[in-house]
């Protein structure tokens, strides 16, 4: 992990209209260059908010954001260009097959011809999605869709990826090829930025989390180094329960 | 721009992939044409030979009068004449049996001694005028008085409706009134010759005094006759053009709800620019279904015996209503599409709201035939203005310059319903959470 901060967050504040509570209250972060950076928390902490924010999907009520040193209120169109986004829905057109998809997506990113053609054909082969390739994205599997989705995210090689809930309801198989690929791509200089429900795969994949509730920030280190530092919970998971309580939040 | 013409593309592919929603846009309005243009000219038109309508003919007079009106509706071309049922004369109970089970539409019936009536009153009015001559003996004309006037009865199916009864009593009146006329004046004249007998009766040949002449004023050098294809090639070609959006706010919202919005908007490509490219595509959709639908009228109706659509010269009036309408539907496409949050919504109020404008605008209904309170909502319609642009061009030859009142106000439609969605979507995000 570099020690290179790629993306700093500064007392960002966001209240949805007609909420009294703020969605995330005054949280601070940097993001270093290289890492694979779990966002954790349970239903309404806050961790779609702040990747919605930092997509620019939003306007936060107060706070800064930079990435790779631009600021998303001044030069939002040029880190467009810089991330990729892998949203939890599933962000396709279903009637269009896999290439017309990719191919859509890639010329937003202003990739076109050949270059693209052979980079949307290399991507569905490590995905194990070829020979679909011209058939209609209705006609896939719950997990060549994640697949595909996060193709679509990662087409245009970008610096910084935020990845919400990859691999949630699919099977093992998709997702072991979906966790290897972002770990290559991270050893390859992409950022990732992740949120996930899952703490085994956070705790394995991820070299920093940060354990969010009710829009705060309420821990933030390396997985095993929060479970070393509370040696009574054994696992990622039972620290988290411990800090967000057992109780069940519905958003 | 290139992003515009990828995004272009993608929205093509998509309607293309939508089978339904293209049978929408140009199955649905081509069938309408035709078979509005088909019912509407074999109601009242040029496939009369092969759909005269029967009538149950009762002469109970048997005289001039019944003999006549006989003679008069068998030599129309809009009537058959059905004088016995089973080879047996119908009388007026079989004749209200039968119109009463619906097996027939239309009977008439001549009472008896009807013509003899009208001789009497004739022969009374012939005397009465000769005795201000001072011909006849004082108190003749006392005993004499008119006989009481008889009914022709016309008996209908309740189920007609009330614009083709008018019709049919209309013609059943000219005949009668015709034909009492010509009794009158041959009745009287036989009448003189009766009382005078040294006056020697002339032939006269009755004449009418007045005569009708329809007359189509127009802005054309040479006025044309109107046709039933002149009101729905336009008519339900509008219709069709609003119906635009069904496939508009379903492919707004699926983007929506399938979160392809959301990778679409953390793209580096501007909102207005991916909106901007699915209205290109629409407006040339609409455009595509007005020219397929004119020329639908030009060269398919007449496969059917149905009169062609004459464009003539008037190409460029046609282009401009016709792209103002577009683009006044595709407002009304892009406002609903931002406002409703599902498919379903979008759907049903996007019909059911066409329907209403198109009825409120004349395309089911015409204008002249609503109360006053419905003509004045009805000018409110957009469906109306695009209609009377397409009338000015096509019933009275109207130009450019004829319809710019139809065309500034569906251009300003379009303006109103764009602002507004862009004003609606700055206040709720598009995004779902």
């Not at chain 1, 995330?24 to 928390?41: A, Q, V």
């Not at chain 2, 003919?57 to 009106?69: M, R, S, W, Y």
């Not at chain 2, 310059?401 to 862009?422: A, G």
Request: hydrophobic share 45%; with cysteine; net charge positive.
């Amino acid at each position: 992990m570099s020690d290179q901060i790629i993306i700093r967050i500064k007392e960002l504040t966001k209240i949805y209209k007609g909420s009294e509570e703020p969605a995330i209250n005054s949280i601070s972060l940097d993001i270093y260059k290289d890492e694979i950076f779990g966002l954790l928390g349970p239903n309404g902490a806050g961790k779609t908010t702040t990747l919605s924010i930092l997509c620019g999907l939003f306007t936060p009520n107060s706070g800064t954001v930079s990435i790779d040193g631009l600021d998303t209120r001044s030069h939002l169109h040029e880190i467009k260009q810089l991330i990729g986004v892998v949203p939890q829905e599933v962000a396709l057109y279903p009637t269009l097959t896999a290439v017309e998809n990719l191919t859509f997506f890639g010329n937003m990113y202003n990739l076109k011809g050949r270059f693209l053609r052979e980079k949307i054909m290399e991507r569905l082969k490590v995905f194990g999605l070829e020979r679909f390739a011209k058939k209609k994205v209705s006609t896939y599997s719950g997990g060549m869709t994640r697949r595909l989705n996060l193709i679509a995210g990662l087409l245009h090689d970008p610096k910084v990826v935020f990845l919400d809930e990859p691999t949630v309801g699919i099977d093992v198989q998709s997702r072991i090829v979906i966790l290897n690929y972002l770990q290559e791509i991270n050893k390859a200089g992409t950022t990732i930025i992740y949120t996930s429900h899952y703490m085994e795969e956070a705790e394995n994949l991820c070299s920093r989390v940060a354990i969010m509730d009710r829009g705060r920030i309420i821990s933030i280190g390396n997985p095993k180094e929060l479970v070393d530092e509370h040696p009574e919970f054994k696992n990622l998971e039972n620290l988290f329960l411990a800090l967000t309580g057992k109780d069940l939040r519905d958003g | 721009m290139l992003k515009f013409l990828y995004a272009c593309r993608k929205e093509l592919l998509l309607l293309l992939r939508d089978r339904a929603g293209l049978a929408v846009l140009f199955i649905m309005p081509m069938a309408l044409i035709i078979l509005m243009s088909l019912f509407q000219e074999i109601g009242w038109g040029t496939l009369v030979m092969e759909s005269r309508i029967k009538i149950l003919f009762v002469n109970n007079d048997k005289d001039t009068l019944g003999l006549n009106i006989e003679k008069g509706l068998r030599s129309s071309s809009y009537f058959i004449i059905i004088d016995s049922i089973n080879g047996k004369p119908i009388t007026k109970e079989v004749a209200r049996d039968a119109v009463k089970k619906g097996n027939y539409l239309i009977a008439v019936v001549i009472p008896d001694g009807v013509t003899k009536s009208i001789r009497t009153n004739v022969r009374v009015m012939v005397t009465n005028t000769l005795a201000g001559f001072g011909m006849y003996k004082q108190g003749i004309t006392n005993n004499l008085s008119f006989k009481q006037t008889d009914t022709v009865t016309i008996l209908f199916d309740p189920t007609i409706r009330s614009s083709f009864k008018s019709a049919v009593v209309s013609s059943i009146k000219e005949y009668t009134y015709r034909i009492e006329n010509e009794m009158m004046f041959g009745t009287f004249n036989q009448e003189i010759a009766r009382q005078f007998p040294m006056y020697k009766p002339p032939k006269i040949d009755y004449r009418e005094a007045l005569t009708f002449r329809e007359e189509f004023p127009s802005y054309r050098l040479v006025e044309k006759m109107p046709n039933t294809v002149q009101h729905n090639v336009p008519a339900w070609t509008i219709f069709a053009m609003f119906f635009i959006v069904i496939p508009l706010t379903g492919s707004l919202i699926k983007e929506r709800e399938e979160g392809s919005l959301f990778r679409l908007l953390s793209m580096p490509v501007s909102y207005a620019e991916l909106m901007l490219a699915k209205c290109a595509v629409y407006f040339l959709v609409c455009l595509l279904q007005c020219a397929l639908m004119i020329l639908s009228g030009m060269y398919i109706l007449p496969l059917f015996h149905i009169p062609m659509l004459e464009i003539g010269n008037q190409f460029f009036p046609i282009l401009v209503i016709s792209i103002s309408t577009a683009l006044a539907a595709l407002g009304f496409g892009l406002m609903i599409g931002t406002v409703a949050t599902t498919n379903q919504q979008a759907a049903a109020f996007g019909s059911v709201s066409i329907v209403i404008l198109g009825a409120m605008g004349g395309i089911w209904v015409p204008i002249f035939l609503m109360p006053d309170i419905m003509q004045q909502i009805a000018s409110y319609s957009p469906l109306n203005w695009a209609l009377h642009g397409f009338y000015s061009i096509f019933l009275r030859g109207g130009g450019v310059i004829h319809i710019l009142p139809q065309t500034l106000k569906l251009l300003l439609f379009f303006v109103v319903t764009v602002l507004f969605s862009i004003i609606y979507r700055q206040i709720k995000s598009p995004i779902k959470k």
